[in-house]
């Protein structure tokens, strides 16, 4: 993904790819990347999404990046469900708290990037704009994560994604 191309998606978020806090978030592990590569597919595909449906693409670009702009409290804890339920319900707000101290996020900003993991944690999104992070969210974490073990989540992930692509046609 460090080879997009795209003037205008690059220009809607050049500040925030230059924001030398942001920038740490390279530094941290998500699946078989990091949470840089991650945030930058995320955010990508979705403004593609966003921009064929004529939505609000710049407020995807833009949230769909910094929707993991936060630092990990879970390796605190030991058990697993306890990470569980930290991460849902923390993160997403950890992350719109990050964000704001160095970016103006409108209201639908704020939306896509407390929602994202619906339905792990129970923010409903409001927007399609939300739905839209939301699910490209999912789909490319699923893919990441399924990754590690090859073939194993290939099919779950491609049928998802098979919906995810009908939805918008």
């Known amino acids: 993904m460090n080879s997009i191309t795209n003037i205008e998606y690059l220009t809607l978020v ?11 978030i390279e530094n941290i592990k998500h699946h078989n990347s990091n949470r840089l590569e991650h945030s ?3 955010s990508y595909i979705a403004y593609k999404i966003s921009k064929k449906l004529k939505l609000d693409y710049i407020s ?7 929707h993991d702009f936060y630092l990990d409290r879970t390796k605190d804890y030991k058990n697993f469900y306890k ?3 930290l991460f849902a319900n923390s993160h997403p707000k950890d992350a719109v708290y990050n964000a704001s101290l160095y970016f103006d996020l409108n209201d639908k900003e704020i939306d896509i990037i407390l929602t994202h993991m619906f339905p792990l944690n129970l923010q409903v999104p409001k927007y399609l704009e939300s739905w839209i992070i939301n699910m490209t969210d999912s789909v490319i974490s699923i893919y990441e994560f399924g990754h590690k073990f090859k073939y194993e989540f290939s099919y779950a992930v491609n049928l998802y994604a098979f919906f995810l692509i009908n939805m918008i046609k």
Do not use: H, M, P, T
């Open 83 to 85: 990470k569980i339920k």
């Open 40 to 42: 930058l597919k995320v």
């Open 14 to 24: 050049r500040d925030i790819l230059n924001n030398e806090n942001f920038s740490q």
């Open 60 to 66: 995807v670009a833009r949230a769909g990046l910094l």
